[in-house]
């Protein structure tokens, strides 16, 4: 839990002077780490910890990676997370999801929907980039 919640002050201060508020996000592209940003969104939904680390984004401790399995509780992870781009006034999201998760293309069909849904313009994209190169 340690290695996922306290980071160098160095690493925090860098990290959050990339972190924008919602309100900023307004006619600005948006990538969202789908399975990261869905995960943690889902522990929230479920009543498991969620952490607010020194660096100041939340993380969860679940440690899924390729084990995962998209549920009901995804789409209503993605529900939640796509209302608060669609109220920020994002003009594009893409969502990249792991190809090398089981049932990621399943997802991203259930994404789009409620992409469309909200007419959030933008669309699920899948990536073979693991989440741990791509670091916040």
Same mark, same amino acid.
């Given at each position: 839990?340690?290695?996922?919640?306290?980071?160098?002050?160095?690493?925090?201060?860098?990290?959050?002077?990339?972190?924008?508020?919602?309100?900023?996000?307004?006619?600005?592209?948006?990538?969202?780490?789908?399975?990261?940003?869905?995960?943690?969104?889902?522990?929230?939904?479920?009543?498991?910890?969620?952490?607010?680390?020194?660096?100041?984004?939340?993380?969860?401790?679940?440690?899924?990676? /390729?084990?995962?399995? #998209?549920? %009901?509780?995804?789409?209503? &992870?993605?529900?939640?997370?796509?209302?608060?781009?669609?109220? +920020? $006034?994002?003009?594009?999201?893409?969502?990249?999801?792991?190809?090398?998760?089981?049932?990621?293309?399943?997802?991203?069909?259930?994404? /789009?929907?409620?992409? #469309?849904? %909200?007419?959030?313009?933008? &669309?699920?994209?899948?990536?073979?980039?693991?989440?741990?190169? +791509? $670091?916040?």
């Amino acid at each position: 839990m340690l290695l996922r919640t306290i980071v160098s002050a160095d690493t925090a201060l860098r990290r959050m002077a990339k972190a924008l508020r919602l309100h900023a996000l307004r006619d600005r592209a948006v990538f969202v780490d789908g399975y990261n940003t869905t995960i943690t969104t889902q522990s929230l939904l479920a009543g498991y910890p969620v952490y607010l680390c020194d660096d100041g984004f939340l993380r969860d401790t679940r440690g899924f990676f /390729r084990s995962y399995k #998209a549920s %009901r509780i995804s789409v209503c &992870a993605f529900f939640e997370i796509l209302d608060l781009l669609a109220a +920020a $006034g994002a003009a594009r999201v893409e969502v990249l999801l792991d190809q090398q998760i089981s049932r990621s293309g399943e997802l991203a069909k259930e994404v /789009r929907g409620l992409m #469309a849904e %909200r007419d959030l313009p933008g &669309a699920p994209e899948m990536s073979i980039i693991s989440s741990r190169s +791509a $670091g916040p």
